[in-house]
C-alpha cells in the first residue's frame, strides 16, 4: 500500500461544482503539503501544514481551502471549480520536527477536469 | 521571491548518450537542492545536495551543487529508455518551513 493516499485519482466536474480531494498517510510525518502540477509549469505549492493546528497559504491558495482533520489526513476543497483549476494535484509529506531534510514524499497524483 | 530555472526544458537524446541537466536559482535563505524524476505520476527522490562540490551518485545518475554560481547539474551517463521522465529540480529555502520551491523540469526522451 501507498505510504500517501490520494483520492480521487481522477475526477471530471462541471464549473461551479464543489470538489474536495483528500488526502491520507501512513509515514507519520508532521508536514503535509498539496501541489498542483500543469505542463510547463512545474509544480506549484497551494496549502501546506506543519501539524494540525498550523495551516499556511503557499503560492497559488486563491480558490482553494484546506482541512487537516488529523495527523494523517489533509484535504483540498474546491469550493467553486473553475476550468483554469484543471490540473493534476499532488498531496506530500516531509519529515516533521528532528528531520533535517526537506524531502518530500508524494502520492500518485488526483487529475482534475473542469468542464 | 524564490526561483528556480532548469535548462534546457527539453532534450531528446539516443540510447547511450551522455546528458547534463541544469538548475539555477535564486533564493533568499539557501538550505539543500533536491532532484527528483517523474516518470507518470509521482515524482520520485534522487538526490539531495547541501554542501558545494561534493558527487553524490546512484549508479549512472550523479549530481553536483556549485552553492557560489548557485547551480547544480544532473548527469545520466549511458541513457537508457527508462531514464525518460521529467526531471525535477526543487530548492529548500529553509527558514524553518522546509517549502520546496520547483523549477518547471527537464523533460527528457531517451529513443532506441
Known amino acids: 500500500d501507498a505510504d500517501v493516499t490520494q483520492t480521487p485519482r481522477n475526477r471530471i466536474t462541471k464549473t461551479g461544482k464543489r470538489i474536495m480531494l483528500e488526502c491520507s498517510q501512513t509515514k507519520g510525518h508532521d508536514r503535509m503539503y498539496w501541489y498542483r502540477q500543469d505542463p510547463g509549469l512545474g509544480l506549484r505549492l497551494i496549502y501546506y501544514s506543519f501539524d494540525v493546528k498550523d495551516i499556511n497559504k503557499g503560492e497559488i491558495s486563491d480558490g482553494y481551502s484546506v482541512s487537516r482533520q488529523a495527523q494523517a489526513k489533509f484535504s483540498l476543497s474546491l469550493e467553486s471549480a473553475i476550468p483554469n483549476q484543471t490540473a493534476l494535484y499532488f498531496c506530500a509529506t516531509s519529515g516533521g520536527q528532528g528531520s533535517n531534510t526537506g524531502e518530500l514524499f508524494f502520492g500518485e497524483g488526483s487529475r482534475l477536469t473542469v468542464l | 521571491e ?111
Open chain 2, 2 to 112: 524564490d526561483k528556480v530555472v532548469q535548462s534546457p526544458l527539453s532534450l531528446v537524446v539516443h540510447e547511450g548518450d551522455t546528458v547534463t541537466l541544469n538548475c539555477s536559482y535564486e533564493v533568499t535563505n539557501f538550505r539543500s537542492l533536491l532532484w527528483y524524476k517523474q516518470e507518470k505520476k509521482a515524482p520520485t527522490f534522487l538526490f539531495m545536495l547541501t554542501s558545494s562540490g561534493i558527487e553524490k551518485k546512484s549508479g549512472r545518475l550523479s549530481s553536483i551543487l556549485d552553492k557560489k554560481e548557485l547551480f547544480s547539474i544532473l548527469n545520466i551517463t549511458a541513457t537508457q529508455t527508462g531514464d525518460s521522465a521529467i526531471y525535477l529540480c526543487a530548492v529548500d529555502s529553509g527558514a524553518g518551513s522546509y517549502q520546496l520551491t520547483f523549477g518547471k523540469g527537464t523533460k527528457l526522451s531517451v529513443i532506441p
